[in-house]
């Protein structure tokens, strides 16, 4: 019996017309990434489990695609852990690798590991597929794309001036409008948190403001409270969700609240330097957020993040930050880093939800040669392979179908033009040419005709 | 303690100039592939096991790398099975996904599940990851690109033909002389083992003749008498191994010997009409080839296999054939398909080895900036944007490091050019530029500088 084609839930086939959408896309970010000076690298996407374990946090482990050991490997299993219910004791007993989990900690481990084939400060680029065993939703899959620009081996606000120059870019690049690129700083999260006299409890604190959006000022106020705050931490809170203007006023009034906080001055200081760099020219949509605490767990300086247009109802599409000592846990110390990352599956959406893919994706074909008998192909082959040598795509029909199926052929092909070569077309040495958007039709000379014809 | 930075065996990591290597590869063949009407697809890396198993043989099935179920459901491995050590039944237990093994049967399981979104004749194309937990060697790797062109749904000698062209222009793109394209026809082998009386074992008998290359003809005939082939089968071979002159004459003498085996008759009249299509343009380096049976177990009609030019040691680096009713297992009857596929590792080693990457490769930025304090790169940035949005790839240095240290970096990176804007270039409204290759250094005025000055 035949069996059912499917695929795994949460994964994904791309047919034509979406792998030229999505490599339009990949396309317009590897163009900026390397005008930016970014170079492209490529891991495995088997890493050591080992390399990756760890490094995400209990629910990372969780998701993590594992592989089993191949052959007489899984013999060893380890069928008294099974029983003791200790699965990750179980699952290591028969896998020794796993799929990558995202690029960051893979380019960690690259970066460690060829550190003296590489020149510091070292810029890299990856655009690779990464594998998480989520539920599967709108904008999120099993496997998926993501597209990183990190810098490592080097400090200063103009590198994080690029990276929002290099957003900028990118939306251009797209024509995607009004995205909003939010900032914000750890070493103000941490004044923050100091302010309030609560200075390690950064994580419950942020936790609650980055529901602000969600549930408002109250609703974050009483989260708050049920975790320990009291009033007078919380009074000292109000102002911070008031602050107005744009980047550069908003950080005056910071400055005034916080000026207690020697951390999150650094911190202001910080973005303020960052802005000189970008203040010449222009980054759209710039917005502090003094909500946006992602990643906290290893971002140490400035935090991006990319909000879609608000007319789609989707997550971030961007987002990024400093973060330092990302190598230390495979030896190599003291390498400060900076990342941004495009989401290219999410990209996909917003950009088919705004229609703003170009129209001339869905041509993959110049021409389709329609089949009227072999000889005719046959005295056309030359023809066609110098078209071909000048980069026009041709789709020769390859057998005598009926004309009505051929023709129905090159109209779903979106083809441009049917090239008709038959008897009369022999005869006059010429050959006949529909354009399938007009249904006009014209008659050429075959030795006149060039390449040039047919990609204008 | 810090952990090695390593990465499972088999499996590599590409820093940028090979990466660089290997784009420029698969541009090359996506171009021609894309000039011949063949459309891209991707699928996911991991399917369900039951559309991989017992597709590839014995060892497919043991080099297949499979995927462990996520979280609880491992608790339903198969511990009686392990016991009884039947590894299989145990795997399955705990194991519903596998790593793509190749991009031929995922590319059947696509067709038969999208068979109402394609038209027919649907040519594909696709270059992706494959995973192989095979011995790792020269050439031989467990994760390896492959990048096929597929057509279904037609059958015509046109296609064979196209296909050899094909490979002939990839070869051309890439400016690979002396590759050969061997080709054979299944329906001639099954002719043979005919006429030696033995139509049931033309694996037995193709098997020893795959070998007339290593063991000469005593060889072959040695192993197939241990097999019990009996001298009169082997005298009706000899002339066999004796075919001389191009491949017109040597169909000719074939056609000859086996004038009594339709089938033998059948293969060789499709081979001729294969060639009347591409007789008048080139095909470099056409052989036929009696010896070639990759691949029997699958390939119907042509079988094509591309080595590489002679001074290169190294298996074939391009192969194909024509197989029909692939897509039945899938529940989709009577589509016939023909493909040819490139090993991008194996070809990137021949290239290396032939000295054949273009020099431009190295040069991935075009300027490095170098820094002499913030303000200096302030006013450069406006600048900066302009040539970046005009592509060319810039590299501002990020800090104001010893120049000596700035410059071995530009001279690392392979720019062309170092620009300096200190405080001399800033009273005269100037940068200085040094070309990195001869040495030569030049003073311009900012203002006067277009972005092509950079990228000629």
Redo the contacts between chains.
Sequence with gaps: M???????KG??????AE??K??YVTDVIR?QF????F??????????S??LKGKYGEEGD??M????N???K??K?D?NA?QD?A?AQ??SS????A?RYDLTVPFA??V???QN???F?F??YQIQ?V?R?DRPQRGRF??FTQCDAD?VG??????E??CM?LFD?VFDGLALKDATIRINHRGILAGIAHYLDAPDRIVDFTVALDKLDKIGPDGVFNELRNKGFDDVALNRLSPLFELSGNVMAQLDQLEEILASQPEALAGIAHLR?TL??V???KVSQLAFDITLARGLHYYTGIIFEVAPPKSVAMGSIGAGGRYDNLT?????KDVHGLGISFGLDRLCIVLEDLNLFPASLTK??DI?VL?FG?EY??EL??HI?RW??K?????????THKLKKQMQ?AN??NALWALFYGEEEQKEKTISLKNMIDGTTVKISIHKINASFFIT
Tied chains: 1, 2.
């Design positions: 035949a069996q059912k084609a499917s695929i795994p994964t994904r086939d791309f047919l034509p792998v030229a999505r490599n163009t390397e005008r930016y000076g170079l492209p690298i490529q891991t495995p996407a088997m890493e050591k080992t390399t969780r998701m695609f594992n592989i089993l191949s052959g007489e899984v013999k299993a069928v099974l219910n699965l179980f699952t028969i896998s020794e690798k799929l481990r690259f460690a590991q060829h084939e590489i020149s400060p810029k890299r597929s594998w065993a099993q496997e810098v080097a400090v200063s606000p103009l590198l001036a690029e120059q870019d330097k000189d760099f203040n010449p020219f230390a846990v495979f030896g190599l993959a074909v389709v089949h072999d192909i046959q082959m030359s392979t071909r040598a980069g026009v795509r041709v789709f020769t029909y390859p057998t052929f779903h092909s």
